[in-house]
């Protein structure tokens, strides 16, 4: 099924209406900090205003762009870019049942938004994270380049404590242990807890810069260009379970 996008429209909406939509329907419930700009999707429902002589509109969507959590993002893209000149896409959200294109409009729409409201920003980078079984295909149906899942060079870690606990992010726990390494932690707590690695997110980047600037950054692009990956990593990350170490 695909959706009429005659009805469709896209505009700035308010920081609290975007985290309230973020938080109870996005699979993550997280809000990051660092978005910036929140752009709402709305559809004409047909059905006519109360008080204004036009029709109601819902809205169905969300899509959110901030400073990306690296500071040196932009340097990992080009050097053509400046440090302030890239947004990471943080977050998406639309309803289900309003169609197979819906995603792919919303984010041109957005592309376009950014361009006429934030001329500044020449590039866009988000990640699909295969502990979610996700791949990248939005980012792939709207043309963004693929720069792989191993730019990170370090292994990332996720954490329980306790064997039927949820797993936490080592940036989760780093406040309570000021360290988010394995080993250190094990001199740190006083009961076993269980690690597996993080599998390394897929990177895309999408360049917003007219045409001139475009073929610039592109020169200059610090990782290559690689085919889409085509299908979700379905393989369970190895799980070890860590005894403390006593100092004593």
Known sequence: MYCDTSKLSIRQIDRQTAKTMIEKYHYSHLWSPKNAVSLGLFIDTGEEHSFFDENEEKLIGVITYGDPVGR??????????????????????????????IESWFISQSFNWLRKNKPKIKALISYASPMEGHSGTIYQATNWIYQGNKIRFNDSWLFKFEEDGEWQHGRTIFPYYKSNNPEVIRTKVTKPFWIKKEKRKHRYIYILAGKKHKKKIMNTLKHETLPYPKSRDTDESKIIKLE???KS
């Not at 040196?72 to 197979?100: C, P």
């Open 244 to 246: 403390p170490i006593n």
């Open 72 to 101: 040196l993002t932009s340097q990992s893209i080009s050097e053509a870019l400046e440090k302030t000149s890239v947004y990471e896409l943080t977050r998406l959200f639309i309803h289900d049942g309003y169609g197979s294109n």
